[in-house]
T-cell receptor, first 111, second 113 residues
Framework: GIQVEQSPPDLILQEGANSTLRCNFSDSVNNLQWFHQNPWGQLINLFYIPSGTKQNGRLSATTVATERYSLLYISSSQTTDSGVYFCAVERWAGGSYIPTFGRGTSLIVHP | EPEVTQTPSHQVTQMGQEVILRCVPISNHLYFYWYRQILGQKVEFLVSFYNNEISEKSEIFDDQFSVERPDGSNFTLKIRSTKLEDSAMYFC???????????FGPGTRLTVL
């Protein structure tokens, strides 16, 4: 199956710092989403971004499907950004989409 | 804003017991999914469901698991005879179409003793 690699696995920031999270995938994909899992375990949709660039406040994401990677940018980080960030991809497989998650980047933002 | 809901939020059960986890997907969505996340690990796909049929399932989704849409709003995951290793967070998700954004519920934490 498709491999999804996220880097870095862990990240510690001081409040106000910027960061870039990366998601590499081993095969062509049809869909890609970024999620934030907060300390209560909830998966919050950040971006649905199979290709191109999107921005939402301090967060933005870029997917270069032809080169099989996506980047999530967090600017001016806040303590509430702490949690785990997951990339999830889907690829068409014989009549259905198979979703695969990466292992995530665990982010801690210190005040 | 419409959202996916799940009940219960936490379920504790004895090994060998049957459990049913419930989900109410977003009302105009057509595709439904179950995922699980063992503590500290990544989210794993279990099954997708469309038009009252399973459309795809992973290797994890063996004979002890089943899914059902018993009425027009609920989507359930049944684990027939729970094992210790079934302890995990179970997420339900839905999407409007097969190539659309998936929206996740808050999860049910299942603890098997």
């Amino acid at each position: 199956g498709i491999q999804v690699e996220q880097s870095p696995p862990d990240l510690i920031l001081q409040e106000g710092a910027n960061s870039t999270l990366r998601c590499n995938f081993s095969d062509s994909v049809n869909n890609l989403q970024w999620f934030h899992q907060n300390p209560w375990g909830q998966l919050i949709n950040l971006f649905y971004i199979p290709s191109g660039t999107k921005q939402n406040g301090r967060l933005s994401a870029t997917t270069v499907a032809t080169e099989r990677y996506s980047l999530l940018y967090i600017s001016s980080s806040q303590t509430t950004d702490s949690g785990v960030y997951f990339c999830a991809v889907e690829r068409w497989a014989g009549g259905s989409y198979i979703p695969t998650f990466g292992r995530g980047t665990s982010l801690i933002v210190h005040p | 804003e419409p959202e996916v809901t799940q009940t219960p939020s936490h379920q504790v059960t004895q090994m060998g017991q049957e459990v049913i986890l419930r989900c109410v997907p977003i009302s105009n969505h057509l595709y439904f999914y179950w995922y699980r996340q063992i503590l500290g690990q990544k989210v794993e796909f279990l099954v997708s469901f469309y038009n009252n049929e399973i459309s795809e399932k992973s290797e994890i989704f063996d004979d002890q698991f089943s899914v059902e849409r018993p009425d027009g709003s609920n989507f359930t995951l049944k684990i027939r005879s729970t094992k210790l290793e079934d302890s995990a967070m179970y997420f339900c998700a839905s999407s409007r179409d097969y190539d659309n954004e998936q929206f996740f519920g808050p999860g049910t934490r299942l603890t098997v003793l």
